[in-house]
């Protein structure tokens, strides 16, 4: 039986991939395979390719954004690209975070002028994120291998935000806050999911603990969707961005923000956003990313720092998987990302493997146990020599 394995990788490029293999079977069984060999990933076409013309700046850090609304920001913008003489009608978009900034369309000669503002800090390219997904539609059961794993509990009043492609809003094993939900994608206002990735995310961490389908670490979660991957599993660097900096300013310390996706590249404004969320008091779980790389090559896994963690990818025998992504100089702990049974879009349940399924394990963890989660036992044949600790309540 051919089973899937999905990844998403957050390239800090601003591409994301995924592998193209879906498979509907309605009939298949839910017993995990313990290999990772199947359905083998690969780049998605696009990954990580330059938006042409289209940048990202950020705010020099002496500028408190963070308070101000988009309003506000975005006038703030127009007076950066007045006095550098381009027309306002560059700007694409504003967010506020740490550090603000915004998106807009730029020549080399404009872009030379801006770097010159003393009021700019960064100036980066935009670039295409791309997911590669590979899924097959099974049948659920209430405690999967991987939540047994962990370790479980009730997570009924605390709040996850998951920056992936939306959440399946209608799926019963689910508890979305519509209410805070937002999409990032330009022309698309929707939060759902439309593509099954970030509901399968949203389901590990918080699962309804009810007669149906299965259990997530944290069950019953409050769970926002930050959309910033469409039906296809693409998105922009920019729309991560702007997503985080919405976090920064409308989570509360001791939520928990995941981020199952990646660039394929450094981006430091990410990195930065990322920083300075957890240093709220925000915990933040990242996907270390499937390219069996160093992942210190990748935002935003590379970012470092308190309530920072940065996920590898173990299979139900505890081995270290063979797409993860590694290096203990930016990887914090490892859970399981093989084989793993979530939520589907319409209500349904789906496999799926990729470090995108290790991250929210440990993200349901730190919505249960915060700074006092625990590990048990060490990812076996961990390719970087020192044996990841695997995440538990
Ligand atoms: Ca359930
Ligand atoms: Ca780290
Ligand atoms: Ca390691």
């Known amino acids: 039986m051919r089973l899937s394995r999905s990844f998403l990788l957050l390239a800090v490029s601003v591409i994301l991939f995924f592998t193209s293999c879906k498979k509907e079977n309605k009939n298949q069984g839910s017993q995990p395979a313990s290999s990772d060999t199947t359905c083998v990933t690969g780049h998605a076409v696009g990954d990580g390719a330059i938006i042409r013309g289209q940048y990202i700046v950020s705010y020099n850090s002496s500028m408190d954004t963070r308070s101000m609304s988009l309003q506000r920001i975005a006038e703030t913008s127009t007076k950066i690209l007045e006095n550098n003489l381009i027309k306002a009608s560059a700007l694409q978009q504003s967010f506020a975070g740490e550090p603000g900034g915004f998106v807009a369309k730029l020549t080399d000669e404009e872009i030379t002028r801006l770097k010159k503002d003393p009021s700019v800090g960064i100036v980066e390219r935009d670039r295409v994120i791309a997911l590669g997904i590979c899924f097959t539609v099974t049948s659920p059961r209430l405690i999967t291998w991987s ?191 093989v084989s793993i049974l979530s939520t589907y879009l319409n209500g349904r349940y789906a496999i799926m493997s990729g470090t995108s399924m290790a991250a929210p394990h440990v993200a349901g963890l730190l919505l249960l146990r915060g700074k006092n989660m625990s590990s048990s036992g060490t990812a076996k044949n961990d390719p970087d020599g020192t044996p990841d600790p695997i995440a538990h309540y």
């Open 147 to 337: 939540v047994k794993r962990v370790g479980y509990g009730d997570g009924t009043g605390k709040t996850a935000w998951v920056i992936d492609s939306g959440i399946d809003f209608g799926h019963p094993d689910l508890n979305v806050d519509s209410v805070r939900s937002r999409s990032f994608l330009s022309g698309n206002s929707s939060p759902r999911d439309e593509n099954g990735h970030g509901t399968h995310v949203a389901g590990i961490i918080g699962a309804k603990n009810n007669s149906i389908g299965i259990l997530g670490v944290a069950s019953g979660a409050n769970l926002v969707s930050l959309r910033v991957l469409d039906a296809n599993g693409n998105g922009a660097l920019s729309s991560i961005i702007q997503a985080l900096a919405y976090a920064n300013t409308n989570a509360r310390a001791g939520d928990v923000i995941n981020m199952s996706l990646g660039a394929d590249t450094v981006s430091q404004i990410l990195d930065q956003q990322v920083e300075n969320t957890a240093a709220r008091g925000i915990l933040i779980a990242i996907a270390a990313g499937n390219d069996k790389l160093p992942a210190h090559n990748f935002s935003p896994g590379r970012a470092n720092g308190t309530n920072i963690y940065t996920v590898s990818a173990i299979d139900s025998l505890d081995r270290f998987a063979s797409f993860s992504n590694y290096g203990n100089d930016v990887v914090d702990v490892a859970a399981p990302g």
